[in-house]
């Protein structure tokens, strides 16, 4: 199995949901956060979806909910967290100072290999990863929130985004069942989010 870590600073829900999608397809996942009460919350709360779609036979995957279950750990140590990892996952508020505090860190001490990835819905790439050492290993995966339920995950890459960064994170997005768009470049809104605007704007105003 390859060894999926998803790194996020509040155990919120696209990490939860994130999490379960990747222990879904078999992928060994690493839930960090600062607090250990969220952590334990969080899966707690993952442990009691997982039962109840698998009751209601709507549980993603081969595994049972325990065997998912047991793919998922629990960290408060961000080098323990990231040992070791293929691909990181961040799903912080939306920030860009606390994200860019955060790749700042992740930066330091991961290697050559891993995908640096943000769930960020509005934040441009290039301002987020700009100026790092792993730049070229950075990009947006921009998922429906919650990614569980809705499968389509934007791949938004920036000017520095290293072409194999964007097909491995499509490729491992195809890999646990999401339906991922590849972005040739980045834009402000990206596409998912313009096309959703425009829809709800003229639903206000045909209600109006």
């Avoid at 955060?102 to 891993?114: H, K, M, R, Y």
Wanted: proline content about 4%; charged content about 20%; hydrophobic content about 45%.
């Amino acid at each position: 199995l390859v060894v999926v870590f998803f790194f996020f600073l509040f155990s919120g829900l696209i990490g939860r949901s994130w999490a379960m999608v990747f222990a879904s397809g078999g992928f060994k996942v690493k839930l960090y956060d600062i607090s250990q009460q969220q952590l334990t919350s969080a899966l707690e709360n993952i442990r009691k979806q997982m039962k109840v779609l698998e009751e209601s036979g709507s549980l993603k995957g081969a595994l049972s909910a325990e065997q998912q279950l047991a793919l998922i750990s629990i960290c408060t140590d961000l080098k323990a967290a990231v040992d070791g990892a293929t691909f990181i996952q961040e799903c912080t508020p939306e920030n860009l100072e606390l994200k860019k505090k955060i790749f700042g860190q992740l930066d330091l001490i991961v290697g050559d290999n891993v995908i640096l990835s943000s769930s960020t819905s509005c934040l441009l790439p290039s301002k987020l990863f700009t100026g790092l050492k792993h730049v070229k290993q950075c990009i947006v995966s921009h998922p429906v929130n919650p990614p569980y339920f809705v499968p389509l995950v934007e791949i938004v890459p920036h000017a520095e985004t290293d072409p194999s960064t964007t097909e491995r994170t499509y490729a491992l997005m195809k890999k646990i069942g999401q339906s991922p768009v590849k972005l040739n470049r980045e834009i402000e809104g990206f596409v998912l989010n313009r096309l959703q605007y425009a829809v709800i704007s003229e639903a206000w105003r045909l209600v109006g």
